[in-house]
């Protein structure tokens, strides 16, 4: 793979300082007196004068980095898979290469623990509110209501914080993760649909215990409510969303579609903002109703300015437009994407964005690529792999291009770190975020390994650039290539603690096809890593 050293972002960075705790002091040296200048020679001597000599002045000592610059030294696997190893070397900069990539002002997070925390305190605050209209009674069709109102006010604050998560605020999205985020949207979405169901049950069987009518009347009986039929309609919409969501359905459906139909959960959502309204719960107090009415109403504001207007206000102010497109390997390709103040967008190594490439094929569909390098110069670029239809026409991109990018999102960087060593570890084109934190990731020599797991040589992405970061910042890289199949599995627990002698004391950061990123979890938590610090994104959820 040949590549153009002239290009900023295929250039080797020389590594970033790590943080220091004080910066040492240099020992003062006496000055140096200035040399007397020659006398002029006497008249009539032909013997000029000698010149006094002076003593050079010695360079300063560079000051040692405060974390250790000890290297790991690279084992190589005896078996027939293939684990070829980049040994450090002392740093040769090219001419013209930037001192350190632009510093990136830290956006703010929510940590996952108090996104939990407020999400449980306010199912506290929907129970009390029930709990202080509930009338105790011992009555049948009572008991079926009061379970009716408390399983419908869950549900509606379900549909709300379903919406809140995919509602893409970045200090959510850059503390909990995108894939976080759609695992928790998923598991929330089976929890609604069963407290609608509940709902649905209960108030059915407590109008028909009230008015002593079977359930077939009671049924056509409640229809004939506008607000109940709202319910119901919105009730059928989720349904879809859900069976829509599910893993084997959704394999099966085109992203449009499968977007289409979600889009359904907004009307459904509105839809049940009608019949709560129209409830005892909702309706019984001017306060209730004015405390709920602004919760929909800021979901709904968060919701249209995150999802539109950001979006497009970022178009508008950057022009991102496709610059270059550039063949990396075998079905693999960078594109390389400027605009206009690039640097407000604020991207971090490690991070993605959503693309939608304004061409035919693409324009309908947001496609999720991380950076493969940091964000310079005015330029953005991402590395795909052709996997499917989408990213097999990203290769036919021309020049001019116009593009949106909503983002960046993901939890996948640096503020992930807690120990001093940290090791990336990457399958196939999972490379990518990893590339950008290789070359960022403050530390000195040894601090940072990276490991690629590629079937073969063929397979390995940005091969180049990795040896020239491994080279330049003095760390290990190895490429572990052979078969998933094979005998020898260069992921297990004894072959990550040969190439990495002290890997329980690492943070590892992880990113691959899903089967490789599961086999090597489990690998690293019986190498002794503890699952705290195994960070990774799911690119399937995000």
Known sequence: MTTEASHPLYVPLAPLAAPRAEEPRRRRRPPVPPARPAEPPAAGSARPAEPVATRPARPARS?????????????????????????????????????????????????????????????????????????????????????????????????????????????VEHGVGADRLARRHALGGRYVLGLIAAHAVLALCGHAVHTHADLVTAAGDLLSYGAIAAATAGTALLVAVGITSARTVRRRLRHETWRAVHLGALLAAALGFVHQLAG????????????????????????????????????????LRVAEVRDEGPGVVSVLIRGRGVDRLRAEPGQFFRWRFLRRGLWATALPFSLSAPVRDDTL?????????????????????????????????????????VLLL??????????ALFETLPGGPGDVT????????????????????????????????????????PLAPRALRNLVPDLAAHDVYLCGPPAMARAATASLRRAGVPASRIHSEDFDHA
């Open 63 to 171: 000051a040692r980095p405060a974390w250790s610059a000890r290297s790991v030294r690279s084992v190589r696997p005896a078996d027939p898979v293939a684990a070829r190893s980049v040994r450090p070397a002392r740093p040769v900069r090219p001419s013209g290469v930037p001192s350190a990539v632009p510093s990136v002002v830290p956006a703010l997070r929510l940590a996952p623990g108090r996104l939990r925390a407020g999400v449980v305190a306010g199912a506290g605050a929907v129970g009390l509110l029930w709990g202080l209209q509930a009338r105790p009674s011992a009555r049948l069709d009572v008991l079926f209501a009061s379970g009716a109102h408390l399983t419908g006010l869950l549900a509606g604050y379900g549909v709300l914080v379903l919406l809140l998560l995919m509602a893409r605020i970045p200090a």
């Open 280 to 319: 005892p719960d909702i309706a019984g107090g001017l306060l209730t109703r004015w405390l709920w009415s602004l919760a929909h109403a800021v979901v709904a504001v968060l919701l249209v300015w995150y999802r539109i207007v950001v979006p497009v206000r970022a178009a508008l102010r950057h022009d």
């Open 381 to 421: 670029r991402i590395t795909v792999k052709a996997l499917g239809d989408h990213t097999r026409r990203v290769r036919r991109l021309r020049p001019g291009t116009r593009v949106l990018a909503t983002g960046p999102f993901g939890a996948l960087t640096a503020h992930r770190r807690t120990r001093r060593k």
């Open 426 to 435: 990457a399958g196939g084109v999972g490379i990518t975020p990893l590339r």
């Open 450 to 489: 990276l490991l690629y797991r590629a079937s073969d040589s063929s397979s390995v992405v940005l091969r180049e650039e990795l040896e020239a970061i491994a080279r330049e910042r003095r760390a290990d890289l190895h490429f572990l290539l052979g078969p998933s199949d094979g005998s020898f599995d």
